[in-house]
T-cell receptor
Framework: NAGVMQNPRHLVRRRGQEARLRCSPM?????VYWYRQLPEEGLKFMVY????????ESGMPKERFSAEFPKEGPSILRIQQVVRGDSAAYFC?????????????FGPGTRLTVT | DQQVKQNSPSLSVQEGRISILNCDYT??????FLWYKKYPAEGPTFLIS?????DKNEDGRFTVFLNKSAKHLSLHIVPSQPGDSAVYFC????????????FGDGTTLTVKP
């Protein structure tokens, strides 16, 4: 049973470009969460999605950031017109709807570098 | 306002001794607490959790203690092993917001052989 998969693992973008980060949850998991980790800091919640629904996006910046979890395919975190401050590690996690929502299984992360 | 705080950025212990990692929180609505372990270049791995109706939860070498009146929890690892060297994150959540965990900034544990 594969764990949470994220790709790419490393992404380099120039200022102003778009970044697309993908997350495939564990098999059987229908809840996806995105977190961002800045250097020397903890993980900061961004958004919580179920299939085709955004449940909580209270941690998402108001502009340039969007997330989706379509009926088919991975969850996508999209950052438009990236700036240097977007450089961070972005982690995706998933959980099962039948088990505890609290215990989330994390992917290896995507490290975004904006030059 | 940081709702979950891990005041010690780092901790170093000798192999075989006890490691105690601490975490404080400010939001009294939190009712579920988790510890995650993270190695470099990997995502966090769930380690152990505790509900607010308990004051202790044990799993092998790992025990989490919760003091609700002090809004404090701690993770005890005994005996510590070199493979336990990692960053440990404390996280908290509450029932109506179960999908959203609030993390501390982490404590880097180094276990010396």
């Amino acid at each position: 049973n594969a764990g949470v998969m994220q790709n790419p693992r490393h992404l380099v973008r120039r200022r102003g470009q778009e970044a697309r980060l993908r997350c495939s949850p564990m098999k059987g998991h229908s809840h996806v969460y995105w977190y961002r980790q800045l250097p020397e800091e903890g993980l900061k919640f961004m958004v919580y999605l179920q299939k085709e629904n955004i449940i909580d996006e209270s941690g998402m910046p108001k502009e340039r950031f969007s997330a989706e979890f379509p009926k088919e395919g991975p969850s996508i975190l999209r950052i438009q017109q990236v700036v240097r401050g977007d450089s961070a590690a972005y982690f995706c996690a998933s959980s099962t709807s039948s088990g505890s929502l609290y215990e989330q299984y994390f992917g290896p992360g995507t490290r975004l570098t904006v030059t | 306002d940081q709702q979950v705080k891990q005041n010690s950025p780092s901790l170093s212990v000798q192999e075989g001794r006890i490691s105690i990692l601490n975490c404080d929180y400010t939001n009294s609505m939190f009712d579920y607490f988790l510890w995650y372990k993270k190695y470099p270049a990997e995502g966090p791995t769930f380690l152990i959790s505790i509900s607010s109706i308990k004051d202790k939860n044990e799993d092998g070498r790992f025990t989490v203690f919760l003091n609700k009146s002090a809004k404090h929890l701690s993770l005890h690892i005994v005996p510590s092993q070199p493979g336990d060297s990692a960053v440990y994150f404390c996280a908290a959540s509450y029932n109506t917001n179960a999908g959203k965990s609030t993390f501390g900034d982490g404590t880097t544990l180094t276990v010396k052989p």
